[in-house]
């Protein structure tokens, strides 16, 4: 495969926080999210400026050719002016800060959301003296204590 300089590769593992940058992590761990989507990053490019991409779901990458992971095809052009960045790099960490930004923010939302809700604290416990409560005080009559 020839290397077209009119347009930028950028797989969905290049933003993923749960690998090292051997494995393929393209970012710093503060641009990167835990299993990123391609929805997700499209979103974030378009947030970034970046208009003219399209986007590959069933790609593979060449050294992980066991999972589809997905593609997207930048603009190199548009990419460049629409971040203000001088490479790929610098792109790739503008589309994941703000990847990162949304990613934390739904976090955030969900949290707050989920706080306020009824229910039964020995049920929603995970301490053990709250489960099976009547066993424990059958065993120690037994023993005699």
Do not use: C
């Not at 590769?9 to 749960?18: G, H, L, M, V």
């Not at 503060?30 to 991409?53: C, F, Q, T, Y």
């Amino acid at each position: 495969m020839t290397r077209d300089p009119r347009k930028m590769r950028i797989w969905t593992r290049y933003f993923d926080s749960k690998l090292s940058r051997s494995n393929g992590r393209r970012v710093p761990r503060e641009a990167s999210i835990p299993n990123p989507s391609l929805d997700a990053i499209v979103w974030a490019a378009r947030d970034a400026g970046i208009s003219k991409m399209k986007r590959e779901e069933d790609a593979k990458h060449p050294s992980r050719s066991f999972s589809k992971e997905g593609m997207l095809i930048l603009s190199t052009k548009d990419a460049l002016e629409s971040t203000k960045a001088e490479s790929k790099e610098g792109v790739l960490q503008s589309i994941g800060l703000r990847l990162r930004k949304n990613y934390s923010s739904s976090k955030l939302e969900n949290k707050s959301t989920s706080i306020n809700r009824p229910g039964n604290r020995q049920k929603l416990s995970q301490r053990k003296s709250f489960k099976n409560k009547a066993k424990s005080s059958k065993r120690r009559k037994k023993l005699g204590r």
